[in-house]
């Protein structure tokens, strides 16, 4: 536990709850399971709610008169297309214009910004290039990130705010009163559900926490792991940055994200490589079903007619619908949907064919649900 450098207001909850807290990530112990089945809390997740700490995520303050500007150079989208209350997604790229990171802009009004990232390089590229503009940079470790996620989370949480959440769009926050606690709560997260995340002080997260695992008990709510987020991100095909770009220098069209280039842009670090890299694409991410009772394990390598044409990433095995599931980083020519290819996993050849993502919800309706006239 020596990159242990930050602490969690919620351990002890985490200890009675069962987890040892032996895993980190951004120097923040994590935890990564409960001694419930990390299944039942994808059950819960799916059907009910589960709440997931996710203060393991990297925050950053940018304000100041330049800040719209200095985003907009290490971001490849445009941040100045988005208003005060968007979350704004995007990524980084490096000079090569390889990923570094992928971002969450939450545009809290003109040039003031939080910044969400996980384990990659923003935060360098933040200290490295804001000298060069009239920003204020400054991270905040007080701030704790709860995580609802389910089909109940907003009936759980609307009688305890004056905010209307049912009219908060998706990726859309605002800042306003939990439990009378002051609170900043975004629409969105990590599970393929219907969630909310709630942006909360170190002194104020055991309260909220546990107020809302009591508003949420006689609906089914209940703690998820880290466990159950991975296997309900992989259910929902959300990559999770560095593990689905293994290349090194994985260019922003390999997984598939070219919705978040915007080469409209006069300008933006790495932008000519980025550019330059489209339609030279090595492999794209791509969802496998697996011929297993468990799941693959990441690093395998996938063969087809006994060539070598890419790598599982990601894996579950989902108990929800009753599959193997892989995400892969596969060569262009093998990633037609129907493709039969073979993975080598230890020496155990498993079959596996291409299929489409994301694996559960494919239309999105959980995040996305259809407005009734």
């Not at 095909?237 to 280039?261: I, K, N, Q, Y």
Request: with cysteine; hydrophobic share 40%; charged share 20%.
């Amino acid at each position: 536990m020596s990159d242990i450098t930050r602490k969690t207001a919620l351990e002890s909850r985490h200890r009675a709850l069962g987890s040892d807290l032996t895993q980190s990530w951004n120097g923040l112990p994590i935890p990564q399971n409960y001694s419930t089945n990390a299944y039942d809390e994808v059950a819960a997740t799916r059907y009910r709610a589960g709440l997931i700490e996710v203060t393991g995520l990297n925050i950053w303050n940018v304000s100041g008169p330049d800040a719209t500007t200095f985003l907009n150079y290490l971001l490849t989208t445009d941040i100045s297309k988005a208003a005060a209350g968007d979350s704004h997604i995007s990524n980084t790229v490096n000079e090569a214009g390889a990923l570094i990171d992928d971002v969450l802009v939450y545009v809290d009004g003109p040039n003031t910004f939080r910044i969400s990232h996980g384990g990659g390089a923003f935060g360098e590229a933040l200290k490295e290039f804001s000298p060069k503009y009239n920003v204020k940079v400054e991270r905040d470790d007080d701030v704790h990130i709860l995580s609802l996620q389910g089909p109940v989370a907003l009936e759980v949480l609307t009688p305890h705010t004056p905010a209307d959440l049912a009219k908060l769009g998706y990726f859309k926050h605002l800042k306003t009163t939990i439990f009378g606690r002051p609170v900043s709560i975004a629409r969105g997260g990590y599970s393929g559900e219907r969630g909310y995340e709630v942006f909360t002080s170190r002194a104020d997260a055991g309260f909220i926490w546990d107020s809302i695992l009591e508003a949420g008990k006689a609906k089914g709510v209940v703690p998820a792991s880290w466990t159950c987020l991975d296997i309900v991100r992989v259910e929902s095909g959300l990559l999770f940055f560095p593990f689905d770009m293994p290349h090194g220098d994985t260019t922003p069209w390999e997984v598939r994200a070219d919705w978040t280039v915007d080469l409209s842009k006069p300008d933006f670090r790495g932008k000519a490589a980025v550019a330059a890299s489209k339609g030279k694409e090595r492999s794209f991410i791509t969802g496998l079903e697996v011929e297993s009772s468990e799941a693959a394990n990441p690093g395998a390598k996938i063969f087809a007619g006994g060539k070598e044409v890419g790598v599982v990433t990601s894996t579950t095995f989902s108990q929800h619908l009753m599959k193997s599931l892989a995400m892969a980083q596969i060569s262009p020519s093998h990633t037609a949907l129907g493709t039969a290819l073979e993975i080598n996993d230890g020496g155990k050849t498993l079959k596996a064919t291409v299929v489409q993502m994301p694996f559960y919800d494919p239309l999105r309706l959980r995040t996305h649900p259809p407005v009734r006239g």
